[in-house]
């Protein structure tokens, strides 16, 4: 990764884009690792196959909905050819993977499992190429690949348990994923932290009021959020709608500071 003068007149809809490609590419990683996984126990597949038709179908259209990032000038120019093979390789596995699940004829397992971790390995490595697009100096270049690859997961987590909840047959099993997500915020936060500690310090913290948008947008709120979840299960499919959008807001705001901060 190569430094580059970053883009201060950058419109919103750029972050806008990239966070509409992170979370859609995380999205697409989870299918892709649970398609191989539930393949390998018996008759699971066969209960969350509508499930698993829609939030693959939702990956492709929520990535989608992020390419215009590749045309901008907000990547870098050496990478935005890799970036769009990358995201044209996963997309087309998982139009691919949903057509198979779509047929009536069943697909063989083994080929199911396959194109799953094609995509779950295809997504990953869309990610880094997104990762390496972004203009970082070169001295902290090795921290942006884990912050953005966490971030990923952790917005394509939030959308899939929000589409889980809506076919567990109950607010309690709705609620459960909750200390999953917990672990991932807690990861990505402190991520962020390093990255920040890396910009100058972390007492910067203090007198930018973005970052405690980020931190509370990303960390803070799915927190609450799931407390109540448990705490109020009714609550369990509102509340993982809410932390979606939340975590993706905070997204959108730590992905154009990325893209306008002078190093």
């Not at 199911?112 to 990953?124: E, H, N, P, Q, R």
């Not at 994923?177 to 913290?205: C, D, E, H, T, V």
Request: glycine share 8%; net charge positive.
């Amino acid at each position: 990764m190569q430094q580059s003068s970053r883009h201060t007149d950058l419109p919103p809809a750029t972050a806008l884009w990239s966070a509409f490609a992170s979370t859609g590419l995380g999205l697409l990683l989870w299918l892709g690792i649970g398609t191989a996984l539930l393949l390998t126990r018996g008759g699971l597949l066969g209960n969350l196959l509508a499930w698993q038709k829609l939030t693959i179908l939702t990956g492709i259209v929520t990535t989608l909905l992020g390419t215009p990032l590749i045309l901008s000038r907000a990547l870098q120019p050496a990478w935005r050819p890799r970036m769009l093979i990358g995201t044209l390789i996963t997309l087309l596995i998982g139009v691919a993977l949903w057509v198979m699940l779509t047929r009536q004829a069943p697909t063989d397992a083994g080929v199911l499992s396959v194109s799953g971790a094609a995509l779950c390995i295809a997504a990953t490595l869309s990610v880094l190429c997104l990762a390496a697009s972004f203009p970082v100096a070169e001295e902290r270049a090795s921290l942006l690949a884990p912050l953005l690859l966490c971030s990923a997961l952790l917005s394509g987590a939030a959308v899939l348990f929000a589409l889980l909840s809506l076919k567990w047959p109950g607010y309690h099993l709705a609620a459960a994923p909750g200390p999953s997500l917990m672990l991932l915020a807690a990861m990505n936060g402190a991520l962020l932290l390093l990255w920040w500690n890396s910009r100058g310090g972390l007492s910067p913290i203090w007198e930018q009021r973005w970052r405690w948008f980020v931190l509370e947008l990303s960390l803070l709120m799915p927190i609450l959020l799931i407390g109540l979840s448990f705490y109020w299960p009714q609550l369990s499919h509102i509340g993982w709608t809410l932390i979606a959008i939340s975590i993706f807001a905070g997204t959108c705001i730590e992905h154009y500071r990325l893209m306008t901060e002078a190093d």
